[in-house]
């Protein structure tokens, strides 16, 4: 058994037969109080066959503290898996698992954890390095979905783990807003020249067992474990974009969460405006500004360190004390001896989740946060020279959509 599933894995084993031995993927599906598993369930069913076999691991969770329809949902749930089980193709096979889970405790962050340490756990009886895939419980996926897993993994034998491309149905205005948000901030990232420009949606990521071991595996969180997870994994170096395919995350309200989605479209239900809003552009120049020192700090003087500082702009000297940056900066130097080196670490300092942290510090203190529209023409203007005469939400997304899908170059 390996260090991690000895030490820091969920402790319970919770499938009791053993793993197939072709088995090359597993996908983990945290449910909690799901009333239409059966469209997941049909959407995998529908791919198209890979080399080898494929477990579903779907963690069936509520809390100690949730009510009585809660429990009866998950209940359905369990059959609905159970039955669908019994007439599934032989080389996709699920695994359904019922826990209740401490209140305090409880989310999607644990059952995923579970999920995922009980993959590790079978990929482990096997000796082998597979694939673990995220997928959600309201989630559905093109035909080719797990063969694109396992030909980009196959195509790129060092990524520790990839992001996949994913489109929400358009069901409203309020999702195609925040999925463009999230697009606008990953292309902000990319645009100041940070490594950690990938999208981080849980139910569109695979790793492989040896990465998600090493890097501490799942969050617990309630929320957001998807990212910090992720933030985990980029670090590896080497994440990777899958953009052969298509996850199709819902679009549905959520109270369970307090950020992400659900909880964008419980905001934009109550807004009185109508509109979403996002960072401000100047974040992502202040990033980039960062972003240019690093090749000029390695080997420098504190006196060069303090003056690279002075020279930032009030955002940046607000967020990052003087002090603070001078310190670590000698710190990095101190510890390597190259200035590739140097760089790698301090990007394990100056990571998504630094750079998240910066980006709410800047809107609130010193960049108000801008209307969608007009950000993400911005920055579609500033990073590819790309203008689009109609600056609807809409039109923008397609174009974002369109980079995602096919690159930069598009």
């Not at 197939?20 to 598993?37: A, F, G, Q, W």
């Not at 579970?114 to 482990?124: K, P, V």
């Not at 902000?188 to 998600?212: D, E, H, I, K, N």
């Not at 967020?319 to 130097?333: G, H, V």
Request: proline share 6%.
């Amino acid at each position: 058994m390996s260090v991690y599933l000895e030490r820091y894995a969920y402790p319970h084993r919770l499938i009791p037969d053993p793993p197939n031995p072709d088995v090359e993927i597993c996908v983990v599906i945290p449910s909690y109080n799901e009333p239409d598993i059966n469209s997941t369930l049909q959407a995998l069913t529908h791919c198209d066959s890979i080399a080898g076999k494929v477990e579903v691991i779907i963690v069936v969770n509520e809390s100690t503290a949730d009510p009585p329809p809660v429990r009866k949902q998950n209940k359905i749930t369990m059959q609905a898996i159970k039955k669908w089980n019994d007439s599934n193709r032989n080389d996709l096979i699920f695994h359904p698992v019922h826990q209740t889970l401490p209140e305090k405790q409880a989310g999607v962050g644990l059952a995923r954890k579970i999920g995922m340490d009980e993959a590790c756990r079978r990929f482990n009886d096997l000796g082998r390095d597979g694939i673990i895939a995220c997928l959600d419980a309201d989630c559905t996926c093109e035909p080719d979905y797990l063969k694109a897993i396992q030909h980009h993994f196959k195509a790129y034998p060092k990524t520790p783990g990839c992001a996949i491309y994913f489109e929400h149905p358009l069901a409203h205005y309020a999702i195609a807003a925040y999925e463009l948000h999230l697009r606008y901030y990953t292309h902000g990232l990319r645009y100041s020249g940070l490594p950690c420009a990938f999208q981080t949606v849980g139910s569109a990521m695979a790793v492989r067992c040896s990465a998600y071991e090493k890097q501490g595996g799942m969050s617990r969180r309630k929320a957001g474990e998807d990212f910090y997870f992720l933030q985990k994994i980029i670090k590896l170096g080497g994440v990777t974009e899958l953009r052969d395919t298509t996850v199709y995350p819902s679009s549905r309200h959520s109270h369970r969460v307090p950020f992400g989605t659900g909880k964008a479209m419980n905001d934009y239900q109550r807004s009185a405006t109508g509109k979403l809003s996002t960072y401000h552009p100047y974040t992502f120049q202040d990033l980039q500004s960062l972003v240019r020192q690093v090749p000029k700090l390695y080997g420098v003087s504190t006196s060069q360190t303090s003056s690279t500082w002075e020279a930032f702009s009030n955002a940046l000297q607000g967020f990052i004390p003087k002090e603070d940056f001078i310190a670590t900066i000698e710190d990095l130097n101190r510890s390597t001896s190259t200035e590739i080196t140097f760089k790698n670490r301090f990007y394990q300092w100056c990571d998504g989740f630094l750079a998240f942290k910066f980006s709410n510090y800047a809107r609130s203190h010193h960049y108000p946060a801008v209307d969608i529209k007009e950000a993400a023409s911005w920055l579609l203007k500033a990073a590819y020279k790309v203008e689009i005469e109609e600056n609807e939400v809409m039109a923008l997304l397609m174009r974002y959509r369109l980079l995602d899908s096919k690159g930069n170059s598009a």
